[in-house]
């Protein structure tokens, strides 16, 4: 016997509904995820990240076509990735299946996201670097590139988490943002972040930040800049 997707009493509630019963069913779906490792070398490039598929789709989108297609607007409006190299991780997968690669030569990747990343529905991002000076090899250029492509094609695109540990104060080691060369390439990419409404900065001390707050308030008035805890237990930004 044939049945239509017209009999099911889903199909029957409004769109507006639906849709969020998909954003409710995405969200829970990607709170519960503990996210994809990947080395460094399996991504080299944001593109890399786009094409691959994270998976950890919810039940409910995979009952039918129809269902996966109209939930896919209300997939990917969260994306959160940790960036951290191999040196003094303990707990993690990877590192646990590969201890030749402690000495901090190779880093690696933790990934939550849902199926593929479709960078034009993105509302939230949560960006970490958890890296020491020992092992330190430049600028996260896979985050930076992967943020300035979210700014240009996320017309949504209002909140920004980016978290250092304790060990690596990031682009605030010297006195402001712009002066450093450690990772002078965060400022640049920021500025253009004209919808951005909310930045939060985590694992750095305000008075490091020099005028970081400063250029970016006068880039865009709109933008409030929050800061959370200054001090991060790198096991607790990366989960594994």
Same mark, same amino acid.
């Given at each position: @016997?044939?049945?239509?997707?017209?009999?099911?009493?889903?199909?029957?509630?409004?769109?507006?509904?639906?849709?969020?019963?998909?954003?409710?069913?995405?969200?829970?779906?990607?709170?519960? @995820?503990? &996210?994809?490792?990947?080395?460094?070398?399996?991504?080299?490039?944001?593109?890399?990240?786009?094409?691959?598929?994270?998976?950890?789709? *919810?039940?409910?989108?995979?009952?039918?076509?129809?269902?996966?297609?109209?939930?896919?607007?209300? @997939?990917?409006?969260?994306?959160?990735?940790?960036?951290?190299? #191999?040196?003094?991780?303990?707990?993690?997968?990877?590192?646990?299946?590969?201890?030749?690669?402690?000495?901090?030569?190779?880093?690696?990747?933790?990934?939550?996201?849902?199926?593929?990343?479709?960078?034009?529905?993105?509302?939230?991002v949560s960006l970490a670097c958890v890296q020491s000076f020992c092992? #330190?090899? &430049?600028? *996260?250029?896979?985050?930076?590139?992967?943020?300035?492509?979210?700014?240009?094609?996320?017309?949504?695109?209002?909140?920004?988490?980016?978290?250092?540990?304790?060990?690596?104060? &990031? *682009?605030?080691?010297?006195?402001?943002?712009?002066?450093?060369?450690?990772?002078? &390439?965060?400022?640049?990419?920021?500025?253009?972040?004209?919808?951005?409404?909310?930045?939060?900065?985590?694992?750095?001390?305000?008075?490091?930040?020099?005028?970081?707050?400063?250029?970016?308030?006068?880039?865009?008035?709109?933008?409030r800049v929050q800061f959370g805890e200054v001090y991060l237990i790198?096991?607790?930004?990366?989960?594994?």
């Amino acid at each position: @016997m044939a049945y239509y997707q017209q009999q099911s009493c889903f199909f029957r509630l409004p769109l507006e509904l639906r849709d969020e019963i998909y954003t409710d069913v995405c969200q829970h779906a990607y709170d519960s @995820m503990k &996210g994809v490792l990947l080395r460094d070398i399996e991504v080299p490039d944001y593109r890399s990240l786009l094409r691959h598929d994270f998976s950890g789709k *919810p039940a409910l989108l995979l009952t039918c076509k129809r269902v996966e297609e109209e939930a896919n607007r209300c @997939m990917n409006q969260d994306i959160s990735i940790v960036c951290r190299d #191999y040196f003094h991780c303990e707990g993690c997968s990877l590192c646990r299946s590969e201890p030749d690669n402690a000495d901090g030569v190779q880093g690696h990747l933790l990934v939550r996201a849902i199926g593929k990343i479709d960078s034009r529905r993105i509302k939230r991002v949560s960006l970490a670097c958890v890296q020491s000076f020992c092992s #330190y090899r &430049g600028e *996260p250029r896979t985050l930076l590139d992967l943020l300035e492509h979210i700014i240009n094609t996320a017309p949504t695109f209002r909140e920004l988490t980016l978290r250092w540990n304790q060990d690596f104060h &990031g *682009p605030f080691y010297s006195t402001t943002l712009r002066d450093t060369t450690l990772v002078n &390439g965060w400022f640049p990419i920021l500025a253009k972040a004209k919808n951005l409404k909310t930045l939060t900065l985590s694992g750095v001390e305000r008075e490091r930040t020099g005028t970081f707050v400063k250029d970016l308030a006068e880039q865009n008035p709109d933008l409030r800049v929050q800061f959370g805890e200054v001090y991060l237990i790198a096991e607790n930004i990366f989960m594994a």
